[in-house]
């Protein structure tokens, strides 16, 4: 047996596993992996086809096929984990669609985010002292009851815009709740405390109308919200 040969075969398995070490810092690529699985591969075969029974060369090939054993199995975990968000990104994007779809039925008269979290905040503000801050449940049973003080609202627009804010409270579940239970806490004293001043309750209104909204057509419904709502309060006032 040739002590040359086996130097040469060492010398090449040592550079393939020192390229497989660098792996624990910069991970492989799918192909960087292939191709040293191949250059592993077609090592065994030379060493085979020399006859070289050498306990040095088969301790470097049984550690760089456990190394390559271990990035395979971290890169098919990597790959079923981008699979599932990939699906699960799929699913939400498509669920977005759906909502997109609804609001568009009604000619843009709101933007399904921005909008939940107000309108919940607008409808909740004239009953927070007697829910003290309640649970989302509770919250949406007030909702429930107070869209009846609306039922003789005069415009088709709020009239959809109530049905799909219905919609979108049972598809979104609650969401920031905490955020619309802190707001109303925070500004409680003040909506209260002016709410027999006109003047006072228009620019509070009109200052919570502004949140979130950056252009003119979100300007423009937040105006016509204020309008709404200012007449809806009125009413319960009298």
């Given at each position: 047996?040739?002590?040359?040969k086996?130097?040469?075969?060492?010398?090449?398995?040592r550079?393939l596993?020192?390229?497989?070490?660098?792996?624990?810092?910069?991970?492989?690529?799918?192909?960087q992996?292939?191709?040293?699985?191949?250059?592993?591969e077609?090592?065994e075969?030379?060493?085979?086809?020399?006859?070289l029974?050498n306990?040095s060369?088969?301790k470097?090939?049984?550690?760089?096929?456990y190394?390559l054993?271990l990035e395979?199995?971290?890169q098919?975990?990597l790959?079923?984990?981008?699979?599932d968000?990939i699906h699960?990104?799929?699913?939400?994007?498509?669920?977005?669609?759906i909502?997109k779809?609804?609001?568009n039925?009604?000619?843009?008269?709101?933007?399904?985010?921005?909008?939940t979290?107000?309108?919940n905040?607008y409808?909740t503000?004239p009953?927070?002292?007697?829910?003290?801050?309640?649970?989302?449940?509770?919250?949406?049973?007030?909702y429930?009851?107070?869209?009846?003080?609306?039922?003789?609202?005069?415009?088709v627009?709020a009239?959809?815009?109530?049905?799909?804010?219905?919609?979108?409270n049972?598809r979104?579940?609650?969401?920031?709740?905490?955020?619309?239970?802190n707001i109303s806490?925070?500004?409680?004293d003040?909506?209260?405390?002016?709410?027999?001043?006109?003047?006072?309750?228009?620019?509070?209104?009109n200052?919570?109308?502004?949140?979130?909204f950056?252009?003119?057509?979100?300007?423009?419904?937040?105006?016509?919200?204020?309008?709404?709502?200012?007449?809806?309060?009125?009413?319960?006032?009298?």
């Amino acid at each position: 047996m040739s002590e040359e040969k086996i130097d040469d075969v060492l010398k090449v398995l040592r550079s393939l596993r020192s390229r497989a070490d660098d792996w624990k810092t910069t991970p492989p690529t799918t192909t960087q992996l292939d191709n040293m699985i191949g250059d592993v591969e077609r090592c065994e075969e030379l060493v085979e086809a020399m006859v070289l029974d050498n306990k040095s060369i088969r301790k470097e090939l049984v550690e760089l096929r456990y190394q390559l054993h271990l990035e395979s199995v971290r890169q098919e975990k990597l790959s079923s984990k981008l699979t599932d968000e990939i699906h699960k990104r799929m699913a939400l994007t498509e669920e977005v669609a759906i909502l997109k779809a609804e609001a568009n039925k009604t000619e843009g008269i709101l933007r399904l985010y921005d909008l939940t979290v107000m309108f919940n905040y607008y409808f909740t503000m004239p009953v927070i002292k007697s829910l003290e801050y309640g649970s989302w449940s509770e919250l949406v049973e007030k909702y429930k009851a107070l869209r009846a003080d609306m039922e003789d609202a005069d415009t088709v627009a709020a009239k959809e815009l109530r049905d799909l804010q219905s919609k979108i409270n049972l598809r979104l579940g609650g969401v920031d709740v905490d955020n619309i239970v802190n707001i109303s806490s925070t500004r409680h004293d003040i909506a209260h405390s002016d709410l027999c001043s006109a003047a006072k309750q228009e620019k509070f209104l009109n200052d919570i109308a502004s949140f979130r909204f950056g252009d003119a057509e979100h300007q423009a419904l937040a105006s016509a919200m204020v309008t709404l709502l200012q007449t809806v309060s009125r009413r319960r006032m009298s």
